[in-house]
């Protein structure tokens, strides 16, 4: 007598492991009061600039960047706060407005920090015209 053959049903396909890394959670910013707030994970600094804009109502004003923060910030005053989320990096900051509790903030503008010693870039100027320059141009008119 011959065995009898039992025939097993294949196992299912398992998903391929995936070895990506899991992006970030986005930054969560607050404003209330006038007071700021960031808690960020390895977040882009643009994205939390950006995430601040959209809480505060303030212009931001800044250079394209693509630096990474980490950062855990408890409601504070704006300036105190940008201060902290700058701290570390190569970029300086101005505030307009957000002096108080009831003052909105208007407008960050965020700059790359200067070397010491540099001195700010000077506009080219266009030199003043000379009386010369002005009668010749007088005489050009009338005829």
Request: aromatic residues 2%.
């Amino acid at each position: 007598m011959a065995a009898a053959a039992t025939l097993a049903a294949p196992a299912p396909a398992l998903p391929p492991l995936s070895f990506a890394p899991k992006p970030p959670p986005p930054p969560v910013v607050t404003y209330r009061d006038g007071l700021l707030g960031v808690t960020a994970e390895d977040a882009p600094l643009q994205i939390i600039l950006d995430s601040i804009h959209a809480a505060t109502g303030a212009i931001i004003e800044a250079p394209s960047m693509d630096q990474r923060v980490t950062v855990q910030l408890a409601p504070q005053s704006p300036a105190e706060a940008i201060a902290a989320l700058l701290q570390g990096t190569q970029l300086d900051y101005a505030i307009l407005g957000g002096s108080s509790d009831r003052d909105r903030v208007l407008r960050i503008i965020v700059t790359p920090k200067l070397a010491a010693g540099a001195q700010p870039p000077v506009p080219p100027t266009t030199p003043a015209p000379t009386m010369e320059d002005m009668m010749t141009r007088m005489r050009a008119r009338e005829r």
